[in-house]
């Protein structure tokens, strides 16, 4: 089955696709990517849902973007489509994380309840028609009404794709948010760990959008960090957050890392470089914190594979093989896997399972009480 995934993550840079082929069921199945591609966001759609995201806003707002995006994953799917020569006929199914605005996964007090609470905008309905084909989208709802966290969801795939017989793994994602799948060494699925450790690629990507006034959105290649020098008073700041020291499972999206946080840092008069220095150490240290503290107890590491945007930035690869040294850190590439498509395949990989009727959450990463399965469908048009 050809599947097609979308992925707009939490840094907001725009919408990942990859196509890939699926044949298979259970941890057999195999899973070959076909194409890849990534369309940023128009500025002012990228500014509009930071207009949305966890502050306040209008339902007029959330409203339209939850109309305009999937005519925007939609473009984008037919322009890999076209680029990778594969008629956007052959594609069967297509999966839709969608770009959340709101991630709450701890139980917190509202009106006199205690919820979680997850939206992700970006109407399935409105893609399938587009792309006339059927749709899964909002996966982390199920998992969250199960009792999970409804995140990190990507360890269902991380399992397929990374574990080893012999050797302890962990798939660590920088992307808006850093999270990490730890995977003992020959184990069955429940005994993976995974969880979110904190900031990935987010603050560092929004103290860049402010001081170039949106010129650029990330700093390529580390240039700024590797320029500047690390607060360690501020760093210590920071890391004063009791969610470093909390027991998995555990979540953090922009709520956590947005725009509070970033006026706080602008306000210490700090330089660009120096912040950027400061943020990525912040990305680092919280990194290996987390592994040192949660995983490496419980578990024998000796390969660490990493993926997303913090993949190309060597301040963080170097940095990461320093504070963990005795483990081999890499890029996911050295499995032959496209670091910046491997989320995209995820949603693709879930959608397939949802659709054939399958659970994949991992209620040892979540926190769920049992396999759920995931994602709302679209139904493709009448013919």
């Known amino acids: 089955m050809i599947v097609a995934g979308i992925m707009s993550g939490t840094s907001l840079d725009g919408i990942s696709v990859s196509i890939v082929e699926i044949e298979g069921e259970g941890w057999d199945k195999q899973v070959r990517t076909l194409a890849h591609g990534a369309t940023a ?11 949305v995201s966890n502050c306040d806003t209008h339902t007029t707002q959330i409203g339209f973007l939850n109309f305009l995006l999937p005519e925007l994953y939609a473009k984008a799917v037919k ?24 991630h709450v996964g701890a139980r917190t007090g509202f009106l006199n309840h205690r919820l ?15 792309l006339s084909m059927p749709v899964v989208s909002d996966f982390r ?19 397929l794709l990374v574990r080893h017989k012999r050797i302890g793994r962990v798939a660590l994602n920088i992307g808006g948010i850093a999270n990490v799948t730890a995977i003992p060494a020959g184990a069955p699925p429940s005994k993976v760990m995974a969880f979110d450790t904190g900031p990935g690629n987010m ?18 290649d580390g240039v700024a960090a590797a320029h500047g020098k690390a607060s360690r008073w501020l760093l210590r700041i920071l890391l004063r957050d009791p969610f470093f020291r909390k027991a998995p499972p555990k979540s953090a999206g922009r709520e956590e890392y947005g725009r509070d946080l970033i ?12 912040l950027v220095a400061t943020a990525a150490a912040f990305t680092v240290v919280t990194i290996a914190d987390g592994i040192r503290r949660h995983v490496l107890p419980r578990i024998p590491i000796e390969e660490i594979y990493v993926s997303g945007g913090g993949a190309h930035n060597p301040v963080l690869m170097e940095s990461l093989a320093r504070d963990l040294a005795g483990i ?10 496209d670091p910046d498509g491997k989320e995209a395949l995820a949603f693709a990989v ?33 013919r």
């Open 263 to 274: 006026e706080y840092l602008v306000n210490t008069r700090l330089s660009f470089e120096d």
């Open 79 to 102: 322009r890999l489509c076209a680029k990778s020569r594969i008629p956007l006929s052959k594609i069967q199914l297509t999966g839709c994380h969608g770009q959340t605005i709101l």
């Open 328 to 337: 081999a850190v890499r890029p996911i590439s050295h499995l032959g896997i």
């Open 141 to 159: 709802t199920r998992d969250m009404a199960a009792g999970g966290q409804g995140a990190p969801l990507v360890p269902y795939v991380d399992y």
């Open 350 to 382: 879930m959608a397939y399972e949802t659709w054939h009727g399958r659970p994949s959450n991992m209620p040892s990463a979540t926190g769920a009480k049992g396999p759920v399965i995931l994602g709302k469908i679209s139904p493709g048009p009448v």
């Open 203 to 220: 603050v560092m990507d929004q103290l860049v959008t402010h001081f170039t006034r949106g010129r650029r959105h990330f700093d390529r």
């Open 41 to 51: 966001y128009p500025k002012a759609v990228r500014e509009a849902l930071l207009g």
């Open 116 to 130: 979680t609470c997850t939206l992700q905008i970006g109407d399935g309905s409105v893609l399938a028609e587009r």
